[in-house]
């Protein structure tokens, strides 16, 4: 039911670009926090950046800071990472994740989180 599809991946040179786009549906989208992540081989998948549901409130992890964008369009149900200035340590699989609340009564509350099935994404000279 829920689904995230992720697509933009691919190799590039060091300085260069690419942009990575999240397409969601099953879920309302725009109620949920959606987030980008990564994981090279060898290492633990860590959070890139994350976006509130309408925009409002966006977090960088230290090491992209300055360099990537995360947007969202909620008319289409997707979420973007602009990656600008590429380095060789960005290289990764690069996973959308989404995250939401349903209240079922007063108290009582369920947090769904999910994640696509990720992108490649290999800066090399």
């Known amino acids: 039911q829920v689904q995230l599809v992720e697509s933009g991946g691919g190799l590039v040179q060091p300085g260069e670009s690419l942009r990575l786009s999240c397409a969601a549906s099953?879920?309302?989208?725009?109620?949920?926090?959606m987030s980008w992540y990564r994981q090279a081989p060898g290492k633990e998948r860590e959070l890139v950046a994350i976006i509130s549901g309408v925009g409002a409130s966006i977090s960088y992890a230290d090491s992209v800071k300055g360099r990537f964008t995360i947007s969202r369009d909620n008319a289409k149900n997707t979420v973007y990472l602009q990656m600008n200035s590429l380095k060789p340590e960005d290289t990764a699989v690069y996973y959308c994740?989404?995250?939401?609340?349903?209240?079922?009564?007063?108290?009582?509350?369920?947090?769904?989180?999910?994640w696509g099935q990720g992108t490649q994404v290999t800066v090399s000279s």
């Open positions: 994740n989404a995250r939401f609340l349903i209240h079922y009564s007063g108290s009582d509350s369920r947090r769904y989180d999910y």
């Open positions: 099953g879920f309302t989208f725009s109620s949920a926090a």
